[in-house]
């Protein structure tokens, strides 16, 4: 609770700095907005599960390719998992992102990605077998407070296994969509959803569905430091899932952007 005060106050003041109109920061959801050329974000999440003591951090690098329209990035998950009292690296994503379409009003982008085996399966770290991932994603301008971001994708792992050795090809499908109302340019209030069904492996060639959905209130706000815009943010995920009840989280996020070349 404390750290929440801490937050809104910093974020009073922040409203005080003068900063560009915050764009490609929404936590759980993709913006559609592509890098200017020679334009680098590095962004930074951690998340720690209010019930157990599993957390995770994810570091994500955002490169422009030549043009706003090609994009190329990167993501290194660590995370520490109670149930095997395991710390480590996860999978990291490889992602390529190409801008279709964009104007004041409306954006959309194509991602095609690549997961890689980095993380350790025994430890319940990686999947121990690549997925490979692509989405639609959508960003538009309802008025001059209101920003709407929608994702749609399917994800495929072909042969994604047990510990006990069978395996099975496991697809997910997800749709997100994130709501951003902006108090001011530099601060935001966000309302996120994230919803996904996907398969697992349960014996050999056999899978199960399962589903979840996330429902995440944020605040974020943004101020520059000559070139360079920082957004510091704070959201409280809570998971409605296949099992029963409800896991809640609380997300830290900060996003550091600025031209290099």
Not at 122 to 151: C, F, P
């Amino acid at each position: 609770m404390n750290f929440l005060k801490s937050f809104l106050l910093v974020s009073c003041l922040g409203l005080l700095s003068f900063a560009e109109p915050i764009e490609d920061n929404s936590f759980l959801v993709e913006e559609a907005y592509n890098q200017d050329p020679g334009v680098v974000q590095f962004i930074n999440v951690y998340q720690k599960s209010n019930k157990t003591k599993d957390w995770s951090y994810v570091f994500i690098n955002e490169l422009p390719i030549l043009s706003r329209a090609h994009q190329f990035s990167y993501e290194i998950p660590y995370s520490y998992l109670e149930s095997t009292d395991k710390t480590g690296l996860g999978d990291i994503k490889l992602n390529y992102r190409y801008e279709f379409f964009g104007n004041d009003t409306f954006t959309t982008t194509g991602r095609l990605s690549y997961v890689t085996t980095t993380g350790k399966f025994e430890d319940g770290l990686g999947a121990g077998v690549n997925t490979y991932e692509a989405s639609l994603i959508t960003s538009v301008k309802i008025n001059e407070q209101w920003v709407q971001h929608w994702n749609v994708g399917v994800a495929h792992t072909p042969k994604a296994k047990l510990a006990t050795g069978e395996t099975a090809d496991n697809n997910r499908f997800f749709w997100n969509l994130s709501n951003v109302y902006l108090i001011t340019d530099a601060f935001n209030f966000m309302l996120e959803f994230a919803s996904s069904q996907k398969e697992a492996t349960i014996g050999q060639g056999k899978t199960e569905w399962s589903s979840q959905f996330i429902v995440s209130p944020s605040l974020r706000y943004g101020f520059d430091v000559g070139d360079w815009q920082f957004v510091p943010g704070i959201a409280m995920p809570s998971t409605v899932g296949a099992n029963p009840g409800t896991e809640n989280q609380t997300l830290v996020y900060l996003s550091i952007e600025g031209k290099i070349w």
